[in-house]
Structure formats: C-alpha cells, structure tokens
C-alpha cells in the first residue's frame, strides 16, 4: 500500500457537542496514519465550537473550519474546498468508523485499481447495533457505462438484479471516494437541499467514475437519531420533495438510464417520507390515511411536472418493491404504504 496517500476525512458539525469528541477519539484509532481530519462547525450555538477549537490544539491532524449556520451541503463543500488528500472519506458527528476501515478501502483500492470503495454500515437506534441491509455480493465491481447506470439506479434504491447495495448505499459516508474525481470535475453538494443531498452528489460523481468496488465488510456505524434531518416533522415535506426532483433531474446526464425506474422509487419513497412524517403529528388513524390519499393525489400532478411518465409500467412493478421498502419503518407506515399500493393496482388492472 502506498503509505504516502494523505486520506482526508470531511466531518460537518452542528450542535454536536455530545457527540465531536468522541467522533474525533473515534477517528484517532485508525490503523492507517496519514490522514488527516477536516471539521466544519456551521455555526452552531452550543459549545461545539469550543471543543473544536480545544481539538485543535492537541492534534495537528485536525483542521477546523467555523461558518455561520448554512446546512450540511455548504458545510461538506468547505470541506471539500480545503481537503488536501487523494482520497476523501466524509463521517457525521453523531457517527463512528472501524479502526480498520480506512486502511482496509484503501488496500482494496490499490489491490483492484479502483477509484471508489464502498462498505456496509451498522445501526444504532436507542442503544440497540444491528445490521443494515447489506451490500451482496461481496467484492463486486462495477466499471463502464453500464456501472454508472446500474450504481445510480441503485442510489434510488430501485430493484437491481445483479446486487443489492443496501438501503444506506446513497448516504455519502461508508465509501472512499478519490478526490481528484470530485474537484477535478466541480461536484459539490446542492446547498439548500434538506433531503436527498447526498444522493445527489452521488448522481454527479457516479457519472465520472471509472471502477467502483463494494465490499460486504461492515465498517461503519450508523446513529439513528429523531433529531436528524431525517427524523424532524417538516410541515413544508412536499415542497422540499418538488425541490429533490428538480436537483435529480438537473444533475442526471446518462441518456439510457430509465426515468421511469428512478420515479417507481421516488414514487414509493415520497409515499413513505410523507407517512413517516404524518405519524410524528397525527395519531388517528383515518386522519392518517384520509390525509395521505390527498397527498398522492397532489403527488402525482408534481410528478408529472418533470416527466411525462409511464404510470401502469411503474406500478407494474410497485407492490413488491413497496414490499421491499417497508423495512426501517413501522409496522402502521408500512400498513398505510401498502393499502395504498393496492388500491392503485386495482385500478390500474
């Protein structure tokens, strides 16, 4: 392995001061020495700066970066805009790395002449570590045009015969990504977007890609928190899901990729978010149901907004993939899912 390679690790930090120290003590157990560890406080109001500043002084392998408060994206962009490495591995505050990870990728790089490597992750949800869906079949290689298609294809979590990368595969940590492929080409998180981000940096990166590996080793360890992005109610759901559409749609350069498959998981997904998100405020059940009905309906009139699409060939294929999707979520969220996949199966027939 060339020990000479200088790994840059991207970390955005908001009011984490319960988690940054123990992230940072985390990363200082890695078997492999030459990294070094980018920190970008978006301006946060608790006392997460300060601890920054602290780490600093103790370890030279440490960068920090304090902006005023302007979401993750803008925070892993100034990231990436200082990161001094050939590789870049991006790490949540709230999250944690084997000691092994960074060292074993970039074996594996070297070893198969890669430039990306993406691993399985661990989650953690009030004290309980199990698996994640993982990525099958192990040590797998994707090169070529037909690489980029399947592997963004695979970001919207649409049915991939040849593997399956996991249900975590579009989240941007969990993966080695050469930085050349990232600066050189200007890819850059789409600040302002509050879900969907990464996928939409992957969309841009997997495009330029030569050969990308997955490895069914689990090398990450994932912390699911109700105080995420992802677990916050948001009354505006429906606009930020119009926004994440326009976001897919700009980046997606590949010609044959199918704009009806990326839209069968959209489709479900947005199903899926709404109901989630219904469930944080609503507890009745028929409010629940009556509300989301009215939601499909408006949904597929902003469907339509960007893609003149196939709607029997897409719910063709909706209920095993509903089916399929309905793992992470509650049992009631994936009930209302699938009434709703029923129903327009009888009325597609």
Not at 150 to 163: D, G, P, S, V
Request: charge should be positive; hydrophobic fraction near 40%; aromatic fraction near 12%.
């Amino acid at each position: 392995m060339k020990k000479h390679e200088l790994v840059s690790i991207v970390i955005p930090a908001y009011n984490v001061e319960h988690e940054i120290e123990e992230c940072i003590h985390n990363l200082m157990q890695q078997t492999y020495a030459n990294y070094e560890v980018i920190v970008v406080n978006d301006g946060s109001t608790d006392k997460t700066k300060k601890l920054c500043d602290l780490l600093v002084k103790n370890n030279d392998k440490i960068h920090v970066i304090h902006q005023e408060n302007a979401g993750v994206s803008a925070a892993r962009n100034a990231g990436i805009e200082i990161a001094k490495g050939k590789w870049i591995v991006f790490l949540d505050a709230d999250d944690r790395m084997a000691p092994e990870a960074i060292e074993s990728a970039l074996i594996f790089a070297e070893e198969k002449d890669c430039d990306t490597v993406c691993w399985n992750c661990y989650s953690e949800c009030n004290g309980k570590i199990e698996n994640y869906p993982s990525i099958k079949p192990d040590r797998c290689i994707y090169q070529g045009n037909k690489m980029r298609k399947t592997l963004i294809e695979a970001l919207y979590n649409t049915h991939i015969e040849e593997f399956y990368p996991g249900q975590m595969f579009r989240a941007v940590w969990g993966k080695l990504l050469l930085a050349e492929n990232i600066k050189k080409n200007a890819i850059r998180f789409p600040e302002g977007l509050q879900l969907g981000e990464d996928a939409a940096f992957l969309v841009n990166y997997f495009q330029i890609c030569n050969k990308v590996l997955f490895i069914d080793c689990y090398w990450n360890y994932y912390k699911i928190s109700s105080l995420s992005a992802v677990g916050k109610y948001k009354s505006n759901l429906k606009e930020i899901q119009t926004r994440e559409l326009e976001t897919l749609f700009q980046r997606l350069q590949i010609k044959d990729i199918s704009i009806d498959t990326l839209l069968l998981n959209q489709y479900l997904q947005f199903d899926y978010q709404y109901v989630h998100n219904l469930c944080k405020k609503e507890k009745e059940f028929f409010k629940k149901y009556k509300s989301m009905l009215q939601y499909i309906k408006e949904r597929n009139y902003t469907f339509k907004r960007f893609h003149n699409y196939d709607k029997k060939k897409i719910h063709k294929r909706s209920l095993p993939v509903a089916w399929a999707m309905t793992n992470g979520i509650s049992s009631l969220e994936a009930l209302l899912c699938l009434i709703r996949e029923w129903i327009h199966q009888a009325k597609i027939k």
